[in-house]
């Protein structure tokens, strides 16, 4: 079945650029997706890429997507405290469900 | 523009009771997913509704049922509850015909069970 995996914790200083790991094993995977969470509050789709695209640049955020190893990063220049959060990623097949990893908690350290 | 609202926002049951958790989707989307998140987990797929039909259905029991009615707005129902039961219940809508439309979603009802 479908698996998606990334480190637990990441802590970076205020500043510098933060970089999220993620690797899935379904290699129907479509889409894939960045979601944060705040403490208490639901998820936000931070952005997404198709998986026939190789990098996606939306301002702070840079997705690289390296298909034939399943892996997907997620890089935040300039990582405020403001991002302090739990990022997951997420995969589907296009229509079907989206499977998540168990997220990655980003510590900004002032 | 209203974006996926869920309600109540918590809820304390005690084992062996029913809970219904509604969900009303974002303006334009047609499509209802639930989730459920338990604490420090990623979310779990439990089922999603289009055209008030149950679509797709993740690893749950059948304890867990839905709906979804014609405004498409949607209802999480869970009998027989379990302490296993407690967690982040993410309701999350997106568009059936869009391949890949990004799903978009609510706060989250927290339910806990005694």
């Known amino acids: 079945g479908e698996d998606v995996e990334q480190s637990l914790f990441l802590s970076v200083r205020e500043g510098d650029s933060s970089v999220i790991n993620c690797t899935y094993t379904d290699s129907s995977s479509t889409y894939l997706y960045w979601y944060k969470q705040e403490p208490g509050a639901g998820l936000q789709l931070l952005t997404y890429i198709f998986s026939n695209m190789d990098m996606k640049q939306d301002q702070r955020l840079t997705v690289l997507l390296n298909k034939k190893d399943k892996h997907l990063s997620l890089r935040i220049a300039d990582t405020q405290t403001g991002d302090s959060a739990i990022y997951f990623c997420?995969?589907?097949?296009?229509?079907?469900?989206?499977?998540f990893g168990t997220g990655t908690k980003l510590q900004v350290i002032p | 523009d209203a974006g996926v609202t869920q309600s109540p926002t918590h809820l304390i049951k005690t084992r062996g009771q029913q809970v219904t958790l509604r969900c009303s989707p974002k303006?334009?989307?047609?499509?209802v997913s639930w989730y459920q998140q338990a604490l420090g987990q990623g979310p779990q797929f439990i089922f999603q509704y289009y055209e008030e039909e149950e679509r797709q259905r993740g690893n749950f029991p059948d304890r867990f049922s839905g709906h979804q009615f014609p405004n498409y707005s949607s209802e999480l129902n869970v009998n027989a509850l379990l302490l296993g039961d407690s967690a982040l219940y993410l309701c999350?809508?997106?568009?059936?015909?869009?391949?890949?439309?990004?799903?978009?979603f609510g706060n989250g009802t927290r339910l806990t069970v005694t």
């Open positions: 303006s334009g989307h047609d499509t």
């Open positions: 997420a995969e589907t097949g296009g229509y079907q469900k989206v499977t």
């Open positions: 999350a809508s997106s568009v059936v015909y869009k391949a890949g439309s990004p799903l978009h």
